[in-house]
């Protein structure tokens, strides 16, 4: 069984690498024993995320019953024949992930499925679904079961995950509005979307952004470093998307480039051993 376990997360490594060149660097940022957890929760929602977003030639509402059904399944008999599943089923008993946030996490990538027009309500629902619960996850492996620290983080990783999504969402307009039909901000029409429009989504960002740095400082420092990574790396590409008109947003997807990417790595590191952050 050690043997198909360690395989099963060997291959949400290889998802992970293949994904998301960011998201891999961020975890080996991580000490070592945290690699194979992380690996295993972006495993499991890349593939949700998949089923919703690519495979379009097939019938996805299916496909993402079928897969929240044998994600359950998963946890309760301890066992799947998908190595992502098993895996993922391996974390969430090691480190007690509330299976609400899994449920909250699947019922966004349902929300997918269909054309919504988002009010506040369901922006936020959506949000806390897609991205805060999967901060939350990972914060259960940082904290492996300081639950005082866990709580007391819940807040901050909240906000992380809300500014991480929304940046996703200014980035990405153009394509989940071309191809998907989307437009996840309330209030917004894609063919309105302008600069006033632009800056406040910003503020709110910004905002997201400022209640999580506190939390990452108080991160277990095994965590703290990965984490902040991510932030920085996230908080260049918004520096990036707040220096360009809503016109651009429409027209070109910003990116950080990679020397830039390995910039923010080595300074992340410097202050790291620095005991900067």
Do not use: W
Not at 205 to 223: E, Q, W
């Amino acid at each position: 069984m050690e043997l198909f376990k360690n395989t099963c997360l060997q291959c949400s490594k290889i998802i992970t690498e293949a994904y998301s060149t960011s998201f891999t660097l961020g975890i080996k940022t991580l000490d070592k024993k945290l690699h194979a957890p992380i690996y295993a929760i972006y495993g499991f929602v890349r593939c949700a995320d998949e089923i919703v977003d690519t495979f379009h030639e097939f019938n996805k509402r299916k496909l993402l019953q079928d897969f929240k059904k044998q994600t359950f399944e998963a946890i309760e008999t301890g066992i799947s024949l998908n190595p992502v599943l098993h895996a993922f089923q391996c974390v969430v008993k090691e480190y007690s992930i509330n299976h609400d946030y899994i449920e909250a996490f699947l019922k966004s990538m349902e929300m997918d499925l269909d054309d919504h027009q988002y009010d506040h309500n369901l922006y936020e629902e959506y949000i806390y679904g897609s991205a805060e619960v999967v901060g939350l996850m990972c914060l259960k492996v940082f904290c492996n079961g300081n639950e005082e620290q866990f709580e007391r983080l819940k807040k901050p990783a909240c906000s992380l995950g809300a500014a991480f999504q929304k940046v996703n969402f200014l980035r990405d307009m153009k394509s989940d509005y071309k191809e998907r039909g989307r437009v996840y901000f309330p209030k917004v029409e894609y063919q309105k979307f302008n600069n006033a429009s632009k800056a406040e989504i910003e503020a709110d960002i910004l905002k997201d952004f400022n209640d999580a740095y506190v939390g990452i400082m108080a991160l277990p420092r095994s965590a703290r470093m990965g984490v902040y990574l991510a932030y920085v790396y996230y908080l260049k590409l918004f520096r990036k998307i707040q220096r360009v008109s809503a016109t651009h947003i429409l027209k070109e997807r910003v990116r950080v480039p990679d020397n830039t990417k390995l910039a923010l790595l080595l300074s992340s590191y410097l202050k790291y051993r620095l005991n900067a952050i």
